[in-house]
């Protein structure tokens, strides 16, 4: 037998549901547990950095910390057509090509393009010169580009690494054979990336490179007298009298030089007197960059 209640059959035995009154609100509820934890956030960087170090090694440089590698490459500096220049800043990822190969100008006219002998590029060459030789006896003098000597000449070219930096790079010089003090800038927030030596200007047969003294291209980590390599469509150099390189050298020994002695002559072939000239002439300098700790903005994730 069914009971029945006043307002509808009890739905215990499959009757239709009564028509109740709602309840009061219940109290809230005790903390549940944690989540697992989501998925990291797309985020998209404001201000990125494309940057080129060069290792002045036969090796590819690595990107510091807080950097992204993009490419590796070939240190480029210049190409000299009929005495007429057009440089590519150290610091900035068109010096960084990714392959070495000296015919790579082509002269082009109304009806026709030619390739020239006349005409070069001026590559970044290695430094790592043992302090038991001389620049003489480490570098090749000339090569002939072919198949058998490619390996031989790019062994001598300097490799370079471009980056994405999330922040910006600067280089600040002594003007002395010691390391600048940047106690100041360290107590803002800078942060020493590396050291070197102040390297100013590039020249070719004529004319030249400069660099701007705030890049990080200006404080090169190593010195060597042979900064270039000189190629033509056929032939590659590292000896020869016509490229010069110009550095910065400690104010003091040059404000005690008279100069009615005539110019300061100092030999660099030797390993000792190389050595002599980093220790106590070259002027110095650091690559600084601003910490992570005292960047305001940097990154802009969408919300949702």
């Known amino acids: 037998t069914q009971s029945t209640g006043s307002s509808g059959i009890n739905a215990e035995y499959g009757g239709l549901p009564g028509a109740g009154v709602q309840g009061a609100k219940g109290q809230k509820g005790s903390a549940g547990k944690p989540g697992i934890p989501g998925d990291a956030a797309q985020t998209i960087q404001l201000n990125p950095y494309i940057v080129a170090f060069h290792s002045q090694k036969n090796v590819a440089p690595k990107c510091f910390d807080g950097m992204t590698e993009l490419w590796t490459g070939y240190s480029f500096m210049f190409v000299d057509v009929s005495n007429t220049e057009t440089a590519q800043p150290l610091s900035e990822p068109g010096s960084c090509w990714r392959e070495f190969y000296p015919k790579q100008l082509l002269i082009c006219k109304t009806d026709k393009c030619t390739d020239s002998a006349d005409e070069y590029s001026v590559w970044l060459s290695t430094a790592d010169i043992p302090d038991d030789v001389t620049p003489h006896d480490h570098y090749p003098y000339s090569e002939r580009w072919t198949d058998e000597t490619e390996d031989r000449i790019k062994d001598y070219v300097s490799r370079c690494v471009v980056c994405v930096s999330d922040y910006r790079l600067m280089a600040v010089h002594s003007y002395r054979s010691q390391k ?70 400690d104010a003091e020994m040059v404000e005690q030089h008279d100069i009615y002695d005539g110019p300061v002559d100092l030999e660099v072939g030797p390993g000792a007197d190389r050595k002599r000239m980093r220790e106590n002439y070259l002027g110095r300098c650091v690559v600084m960059h601003k910490s992570a700790k005292n960047r305001r903005v940097l990154y802009y994730a969408p919300s949702g």
């Not at 020249?203 to 007298?225: E, F, I, L, V």
């Open 180 to 249: 600048p003090d940047t106690t100041h800038m360290e107590k803002n927030g800078w942060v020493e990336l590396y050291s070197g030596f102040s390297f100013i200007f590039q020249k070719a047969s004529s004319y030249g490179m400069g660099n701007q003294m705030s890049d990080h291209g200006s404080c090169m980590q190593y010195y060597s007298p042979v900064m270039t390599v000189q190629a033509t469509s056929h032939e590659v150099k590292w000896i020869n009298n016509m490229p010069k390189t110009m550095w910065i050298v």
